[in-house]
């Protein structure tokens, strides 16, 4: 008579050796630990891919932001004119820890409170808008605020910015300045202005679109005599990441001429890999090794 019982006799299949009960333990030890470890992974996956994503956040809040083009005040440098897709650039705050802007680089920054905004945003009208806003800008996919502008530094404090010589170009401190960036100036007639001294802590800024830029020109008689602070300068424009077929690094060109006089300037924008990968890179660093504490301080608490 066979047996009914499971693992007896009617279980064993004619021909083949029965599989002894230690092995078949061992097989079933190891399968669950393999299941426990990918439900482990699976639990810990979306901790990792946050903890990241916050990191990163935290990064770009510091350290590199992403900015949309809001108007065409920086044609052609900087596509954003009706019509057209908007550039994203990447705005590199380190520069700026251990020095100042310097004539010929491109800045986001502040605009004082006598500057009028060259776009308009709907302020959001309850908190789950305006997070999304806020995750907008900080990706760079949504509008900035109305306060944010993009210039480029013409004078620093003390420097004397006037227009213009006899051929119409810019002079610092008596010096035409290089210009090659500019696009559809105004008319000579319509250029003048000037003398102004640029104050300590502050910046002369121009739009490279000059017939379409509202800048320090259009303010010189407001109670900051045209200028920026220092201090609201947010970070130096260094990529285009946005749209593919304009990526590339902005150039910062001595348009004083400083290096021919002896004056020692800043460096070139951040290597491009290093200043798109940075965030995603320290994020991921950071949470990685969160991860492993956490799973050691789990394995200690299991072996006690």
């Not at 010929?104 to 309850?126: A, C, L, Q």
């Amino acid at each position: 008579m066979s047996s009914d019982r499971p693992g007896g006799p009617a279980d064993v299949v004619p021909g083949e050796p029965e599989e002894p009960d230690d092995e078949r333990a061992g097989k079933a030890a190891r399968k669950r630990r393999e299941d426990k470890k990918k439900g482990s992974l699976l639990r810990e996956l979306p901790i990792l891919l946050l903890t990241a994503f916050v990191l990163a956040l935290v990064v770009k809040t510091f350290f590199v932001q992403a900015f949309f083009i809001p108007s065409g005040s920086m044609e052609q440098t900087l596509h954003g004119c009706t019509g057209c897709t908007g550039d994203r650039v990447l705005v590199n705050k380190v520069p700026y820890w251990f020095g100042e802007p310097e004539p010929g680089e491109i800045v986001v920054f502040e605009g004082p409170d006598t500057w009028t905004p060259e776009i308009e945003v709907e302020e959001p009208s309850n908190w789950f808008t305006g997070s999304l806003l806020w995750l907008g800008r900080t990706l760079g996919v949504a509008p900035p605020s109305e306060d944010d502008f993009v210039k480029r530094v013409i004078a620093t404090e003390h420097q004397t910015v006037q227009c213009c010589d006899v051929e119409g170009r810019l002079t610092v401190d008596g010096e035409p300045l290089d210009e090659p960036y500019i696009f559809e100036d105004m008319p000579i007639e319509q250029r003048p202005f000037g003398p102004v001294t640029v104050p300590e802590g502050r910046l002369w800024v121009m739009g490279d679109h000059r017939s379409a830029s509202a800048d320090s020109r259009q303010h010189v008689g407001d109670k900051y005599g045209g200028t920026i602070g220092v201090d609201d300068v947010i970070g130096k424009a260094s990529l285009i990441v946005w749209p593919l077929d304009r990526f590339g690094v902005l150039d910062s060109p001595d348009i004083q001429n400083l290096e021919a006089a002896g004056v020692p300037v800043g460096g070139s924008p951040s290597p491009v890999g290093a200043v798109v990968a940075a965030p995603y890179v320290l994020g991921l660093a950071g949470a990685v090794p969160l991860r492993l504490w956490r799973r050691r301080r789990r394995a200690r608490r299991a072996a006690g």
